[in-house]
């Protein structure tokens, strides 16, 4: 494998979904039985970092040395719990029934039976927050809010519970997202259900409410008070009901205006979700039939959140999704394990497409405007360049088992994945930020350099080969990149073909070059 493994996160059951602190070295996982864990990753890291310098100066495996010594070995088993609590938030509530879609691989129906399950946890990544709150939500369709520091301590975890909503959602939740800072209605949180219903949030707001509650006051009015109070719950911004199937993704620009969300039912929805409007104002949510609050009022200043269109059907699930290009491209990985690619603003057909996966891709994580990881049922974790399309190497393999989702922990330094196990796998990024260092210092690509790429390319997809089915149908040469390189080119100001590719090291070079 190109990129380090480092020793995993173990959770007591199979974790859902999971997020990272956006400042320190924390995590938080949802797990299938409605549990959620807070673990402290850091002394991994540590470890890590002085295996590496241990081996390196004494110039032999540093595993060695610890299974020598065995009092050492019981020390380094105490120091490696990482769990600091343990929250019950959505274990004794009972979930949503699916209605039963095409085969699709959402959250609740990757457990058998009706059990309770933390499906969504997110950090609250806000200026104002910074992390001091997590967002979980359950296939009950449940949404709450606990305090970080509390939910951090065993002592003070049964106390973190800042406020939660039973009935957030008509459906059990399937993803959870938070608006940027520049959005004008706040960085509120969304949440996408399994019947493909969106509502955004108002946290502050349901902060102070609860606050209120609980010293027997009244808050005063807010913007988005007696928002379709007879219909969604107290909190709820908007909520729309534009898609058929589970909603499994969302993404927006960097300027705040524009939230895309993907979906299991193929296609892709855009809103607008400027703030406009006064007194009386219509609190539209999209223009159909069927949004759900396209009658309301509000009696102060509300949200003009409007619902602009939807792409064509791409007749294969959406399963993952990412902007690319400085905001120029929109990528969406499929069911079949092609990559589907939009242009920002032309929202109908997709530009370009990138084949070569064997299986579906799950989940997607930007390195940088030109490189992504993809995380692919085949158990691979590869990184890709985008316009020209090419497979760069494998950064991890979990087994066979299908990768559900990528993140960066705080200061990206390493990769966390997930997959159908109890371990939250972590990866050394430093290859990643490497190979940064390398575009930023180096303009072009000489003769040498070029054969690297190839030889590197090569070597990744024989690897990625021998961990696929013989069957499987990997084939990365297949891209229809040539209609759409010079447009990609253009948008990024002429360097996208002049800019060295990464190169990821497989072990077949590692042995050359030792020679």
């Not at 209605?185 to 399994?194: A, H, I, K, S, W």
């Not at 699930?317 to 990985?333: F, P, Q, R, T, Y």
Request: hydrophobic fraction near 30%; include cysteine.
């Amino acid at each position: 494998m190109a990129a380090k493994s480092l020793e995993s996160i173990d959770c007591s059951i199979q974790p859902l979904d999971f997020s990272f602190h956006p400042t320190i070295d924390i995590v938080a996982a949802g797990l299938v039985d409605g549990t959620v864990e807070v673990h402290d990753f850091s002394k991994l890291i540590t470890k890590s970092v002085l295996e590496t310098t241990k081996a390196s100066e004494q110039d032999q495996p540093v595993i060695k040395s610890i299974k020598d010594d065995d009092d050492e070995l019981d020390d380094d088993e105490d120091e490696d719990d990482t769990i600091l609590s343990s929250i019950p938030l959505h274990s004794n509530e009972t979930p949503k029934n699916r209605r039963i879609h095409a085969p699709s691989k959402s959250k609740s129906s990757s457990s058998p039976g009706p059990t309770s399950s933390c499906t969504s946890t997110l950090f609250d990544t806000s200026q104002t927050h910074n992390g001091s709150k997590i967002y979980t939500a359950g296939n009950s369709g449940s949404l709450c809010c606990i305090d970080t520091q509390r939910a951090s301590d065993y002592t003070t975890s049964d106390d973190c519970i800042l406020w939660k909503i039973d009935d957030a959602s008509p459906h059990g939740i399937s993803t959870l997202y938070q608006l940027n800072d520049k959005a004008s209605t706040g960085p509120l949180v969304v949440t996408g259900d399994e019947e493909g219903v969106i509502r955004l949030w108002d946290s502050t707001r349901l902060c102070m409410n609860a606050a209120a509650k609980s010293s027997n006051k009244t808050a005063g009015a807010g913007a988005f008070d007696n928002l379709l109070e007879s219909e969604v719950p107290q909190g709820c911004v908007a909520t729309f009901k534009e898609h058929s199937d589970y909603i499994t993704g969302f993404e927006m620009d960097d300027n705040g205006t524009t939230l895309l969300a993907s979906s299991a039912d193929g296609t892709l929805s855009i809103f607008d979700i400027r703030m406009s409007g006064g007194t009386g104002s219509k609190a539209t949510t999209g223009s159909t039939p069927s949004s759900h609050n396209n009658q309301q009022h509000f009696k102060k200043k509300a949200p003009l959140i409007k619902f602009t269109r939807k792409s064509d059907d791409q007749d294969d699930e959406l399963l993952s999704i990412c902007k690319m290009k400085n905001g120029k491209k929109v990528i969406c990985g499929t069911q079949d394990g092609t990559l589907a690619i939009w242009s920002w603003g032309t929202w109908g057909d997709i530009s370009d497409r990138f084949p070569g996966h064997p299986q579906s891709i799950d989940a997607m994580l930007k390195v940088d405007e030109s490189t992504i990881l993809t995380g692919s049922g085949d158990g691979l974790v590869r990184a890709l360049q985008i316009h020209p399309n090419q497979l760069l190497g494998v950064l991890g393999d979990h087994g066979g088992f299908p990768v559900e989702k990528l993140l960066f922990s705080a200061g990206r330094k390493v990769v966390g994945s997930l997959s159908h196990d109890t371990k939250i796998r972590l990866w050394d990024a430093s290859i990643l930020h490497e190979g940064a260092d390398d575009d930023d210092t180096e303009g072009g690509m000489d003769m040498e350099d070029d054969a690297k790429v190839s030889n590197a390319a090569a070597a990744s997809s024989a690897v990625a080969r021998r961990n696929t089915t013989a069957d499987s149908g990997d084939d990365w040469d297949d891209d229809d990149s040539s209609d759409d390189s010079m447009d990609s080119d253009s948008d990024d100001g002429g360097g996208a073909s002049n800019r060295k590719g990464r190169v990821f090291k497989s072990e077949n070079d590692k042995f050359f070059e030792d020679l």
